[in-house]
Nanobody, 123 residues
């Protein structure tokens, strides 16, 4: 199983970035993929997740209306479009396959992690 994140970088507050998570080694369309954010000195937190079983995507409250998750089954890739970025969005973003999750993202269980991509939002 491989998950490779890309698309991070330095952006000014109010700007946008699109992160990509390219996957291989598992049945993409049978799995739930999540994006996580780890701010400097803080714990990793789930931001959003998506599956292909008809469930609507889930988002953490702090990113609702700003971040949008999508997937491309043909490319086995999940994207995270991040708009109106804030300095508090700074950190490493990881994608992961999930064993299960609660719809409000209060609890998730991860199966496999990617190595992450760094996002820095300047004020």
């Amino acid at each position: 199983v491989q998950l490779v994140e890309s698309g991070g970088g330095l952006v000014q507050a109010g700007g946008s970035l699109r992160l990509s998570c390219e996957t291989s080694g598992f049945a993409f369309d049978e799995n739930t993929i999540g994006w996580f954010h780890q701010a400097p000195g803080k714990e990793r937190e789930v931001v959003s997740c998506i599956n292909n079983r008809g469930h609507r995507p889930s988002y953490r409250e702090s990113v609702k209306g700003r971040f949008f998750i999508s997937s491309d089954n043909a490319k086995k890739t999940v994207y995270l479009q991040m708009n109106d970025l804030k300095p508090t969005d700074t950190g490493v973003y990881y994608c992961a396959t999930l064993r299960w999750y609660i719809e409000d993202l209060s609890r998730v269980a991860v199966r496999n992690w990617g190595k992450g991509t760094l996002v820095t939002v300047s004020s």
